[in-house]
T-cell receptor
C-alpha cells in the first residue's frame, strides 16, 4: 500500500535525451510537489500543484515541465538532459489547502544519472 | 545568512548518549517548523513538528527560540537505529518548505 509512488526508481540516460518521471499518490491529498536532491544532499523544491493548478514554480530551467493530469498524479518531463541534472528527484504530497503548511509525504525517489 | 543553516556533522556518539542539533533560520515570520529524518538513499520522513516553544515525543525533544531564530533537536538515550541525517525545515510561506542541508548522526555500539 504505497502512499506516494514514483517510477522509475533508477534512470540512466545519455546527455541530450528527453525523459519522464511519474508520481502517484493514493492519500487523497490535494497538493503535490517535485523536489531535487543533488550530490551535496540539498533538497530543493522545484514545483508544486494544488488540484492540478501550478502554485509553486521555482527558478528551474524550462527544460523541466511538470504535468498534473489529475490531483493524484504529477509527472515531470525533462528535455535535453544535461550532466547537471543528475540527482535524486523526490515527489511529495500533502493534504493541503492551498498555502497551508501541512506535513509532506515523500515518495521513494528517482535516481537520475546523466552520462 | 542562509535561510536555514545546520551543522553538517557528522556527530559520532555511543549508544545511550544524549545528542543535540541546532538549526538557525533567517525568516522571522516563520510560524511553524519541522524536523525530518532521512536514512541513506531513502526519502525524508517527518520526525517532529514545532509550532510553539517546543514539542516532545518520547526520546525526542524539539525546542524553538524565536528571539534567536533557532530550533534544536535533542535525542536522549541514542539507539543504533537513530543513525540518519536530520533535516531542519522552515516554511518560506504556506506549503513552500526550505530544507537545511542536514546533520548526520552516527550512533555506534
Amino acid at each position: 500500500d504505497t502512499a506516494v509512488s514514483q517510477t522509475p526508481k533508477y534512470l540512466v540516460t545519455q546527455m541530450g535525451n528527453d525523459k519522464s518521471i511519474k508520481c502517484e499518490q493514493n492519500l487523497g491529498h490535494d497538493t503535490m510537489y517535485w523536489y531535487k536532491q543533488d550530490s551535496k544532499k540539498f533538497l530543493k523544491i522545484m514545483f508544486s500543484y494544488n488540484n492540478k493548478e501550478l502554485i509553486i514554480n521555482e527558478t528551474v530551467p524550462n527544460r523541466f515541465s511538470p504535468k498534473s493530469p489529475d490531483k493524484a498524479h504529477l509527472n515531470l518531463h525533462i528535455n535535453s538532459l544535461e550532466l547537471g541534472d543528475s540527482a535524486v528527484y523526490f515527489c511529495a504530497s500533502s493534504p493541503g489547502r492551498r498555502g497551508s503548511t501541512d506535513t509532506q509525504y515523500f515518495g521513494p525517489g528517482t535516481r537520475l544519472t546523466v552520462l | 545568512r542562509k535561510e536555514v543553516e545546520q551543522d553538517p556533522g557528522p556527530f559520532n556518539v555511543p549508544e545511550g548518549a544524549t545528542v543535540a542539533f541546532n538549526c538557525t533560520y533567517s525568516n522571522s515570520a516563520s510560524q511553524s517548523f519541522f524536523w525530518y529524518r532521512q536514512d541513506c538513499r531513502k526519502e525524508p520522513k517527518l520526525l517532529m513538528s514545532v509550532y510553539s516553544s517546543g514539542n516532545e515525543d518520547g526520546r525526542f525533544t524539539a525546542q524553538l527560540n524565536r528571539a534567536s531564530q533557532y530550533i534544536s533537536l535533542l535525542i536522549r538515550d541514542s539507539k543504533l537505529s537513530d543513525s540518519a541525517t536530520y533535516l531542519c525545515v522552515v516554511p518560506r510561506y504556506g506549503n513552500k518548505l526550505v530544507f537545511g542541508a542536514g546533520t548526520i548522526l552516527r550512533v555506534k555500539s
